[in-house]
T-cell receptor, first 112, second 113 residues
């Protein structure tokens, strides 16, 4: 059974650019959640997708957007990158909304 | 919104020692998970424990949902136990449904040889 995978592992972007991060959920999981973890902090919830629909959003501006595909993989898009967007971005999948969440290895984004 | 508080924030142990990490939460929860974050950032699932007690090798966890706290016990600690331990909860919802995890700030554990 393949776990949650994310790509790319690392990414360096310039302020103002756009970025797309990808996540493949664990087999049999229909729910994907995205989190941002700044250095020295706990992960913060960005948004969640359940069966291709957004199901809840944290306190992040609209320039953070996402998609979930029919195979339940997901993308996180960030437009107009700011220096404060530098962080570890984590994706988690679960069988259902309140079920145990399993995390991918993360994408480390650096904005210069 | 719900508050999740972890204590202690930092813990230094000698190899072989035992420790208890605590997680307090301010409202009813549907889900509670304990994670270990390794130096590369990977969050490793330790326990899914909205209530009751579970054990896995040298680790065990207890959640008392009615009193809104959870404890993670590490016995006979090893240097590989070093890292940050996070508690995270999913709030109990009333109408609608949301399943996002709300994390505490973590406990940074250092185990010295």
């Amino acid at each position: 059974e393949t776990g949650v995978t994310q790509s790319p592992t690392h990414l360096i972007k310039t302020r103002g650019q756009q970025v797309t991060l990808r996540c493949s959920s664990q087999s049999g999981h229909n729910t994907v959640s995205w989190y941002q973890q700044a250095l020295g902090q706990g992960p913060q919830f960005i948004f969640q997708y359940y069966r291709e629909e957004e199901n809840g959003r944290g306190n992040f501006p609209p320039r953070f957007s996402g998609l979930q595909f029919p195979n339940y993989s997901s993308e996180l898009n960030v437009n107009a990158l700011e220096l404060d967007d530098s962080a570890l971005y984590l994706c988690a999948s679960s069988e259902g909304l309140a079920d145990e969440q399993y995390f991918g290895p993360g994408t480390r984004l650096t904005v210069t | 919104g719900i508050q999740v508080e972890q204590s202690p924030p930092d813990l230094i142990l000698q190899e072989g020692a035992n420790s208890t990490l605590r997680c307090n939460f301010s409202d009813s929860v549907n889900n509670l998970q304990w994670f270990h974050q390794n130096p590369w950032g990977q969050l490793i699932n330790l326990f899914y424990i909205p209530s009751g007690t579970k054990q896995n090798g040298r680790l065990s966890a207890t959640t008392v949902a009615t009193e809104r706290y959870s404890l993670l016990y590490i016995s006979s600690s090893q240097t590989t136990d070093s890292g940050v331990y996070f508690c995270a909860v999913v709030t109990k919802w009333y109408g609608g449904s949301q399943g996002n995890l709300i994390f505490g700030k973590g406990t940074k554990l250092s185990v010295k040889p």
